[in-house]
């Protein structure tokens, strides 16, 4: 293989098994002069070899030395993504809702299920539920009016929630006003985020009793009604 002092000479390296092809490393100073018919790689380009095309095996330098072929090839597992999505939850499956009654003149707490929904939506309708034969039986009722709707409302802030006031609730007595709200507080604080509630007509709260009958329009917690909490 002649060499002239300043090129580049290609020193053989390995040769594949399978095919061939002889791979060179480069030793840098010196420059191969190809003999007629062989391959030379220029600018990643690789010419002809022996008078055939090396499209089946291309020469690789990597650290002075050739990487012979592969004598079969070799199976990569890919993952299938599918298994690691995230599972859809079921429809149709009832929640179980904490509601508060009045038993006497406190609040004592029961379970409904309801069917899902978004927000506060399943607690409103868990609570605006007709009192049922077994509650009944227990001696609890409501001090919400009766509806052919149920309650409504909307998470307006991080901790509070706005509900819409009742139909009929302002032809009820100033005591019972007092304990319906207890109902509605207690029972959207139990399983959802709101720790406060508002009762709101539009966008404009409405004065609802607390305490000895003093009207407020804020946003009311269960220490607002503390007095008619359930008994431990």
């Known amino acids: 293989m002649p060499t002239v002092p300043g090129d580049t000479a290609y020193v053989p390296c390995a040769v594949s098994h399978d095919a061939p092809t002889l791979s060179y490393a480069v030793r840098p100073g010196h420059v191969r002069r190809d ?6 790689r220029v600018g990643g380009l690789v010419r002809k070899i022996g008078g055939g095309v090396a499209g089946p095996l291309l020469v690789v330098l990597l650290g002075g030395c050739g990487l012979s072929a592969q004598s079969e090839p070799e199976s990569v597992a890919v993952p299938d993504t599918r298994a690691t999505s995230a599972p859809t939850s079921t429809p149709g499956v009832p929640l179980t809702m904490q509601v508060y009654l009045v038993h006497g003149r406190r609040l004592e707490r029961v379970t409904r299920a309801v069917s899902p929904g978004r927000g ?12 049922g034969a077994a509650e009944l039986a227990a001696g609890l009722r409501t ?3 009766a509806s052919s709707h149920p309650l409504t409302g ?7 929630a706005d509900v819409s006031v009742p139909s009929g609730y302002d032809r009820l007595s100033v ?5 319906a709200m207890a109902q509605i507080v207690f ?3 139990a399983d959802t985020l709101a720790a406060e509630v508002r009762l709101v007509s539009g966008s404009e709260p409405v004065p609802v009793p607390v305490g000895h009958g003093q009207l407020v329009t804020r946003p009311l917690s269960r220490q607002d009604y503390a007095d ?3 008994p431990h």
């Open 35 to 40: 003999r007629p018919g062989e391959s030379r």
């Open 120 to 131: 506060v939506d399943p607690v409103l309708r868990a609570l605006s539920a007709p009192v």
């Open 143 to 145: 001090a919400l009016p």
């Open 154 to 160: 909307t998470m307006s802030g991080p901790r509070t």
């Open 175 to 179: 005591a019972e006003q007092e304990v």
């Open 187 to 189: 029972t959207v604080s």
């Open 228 to 230: 008619l909490a359930p």
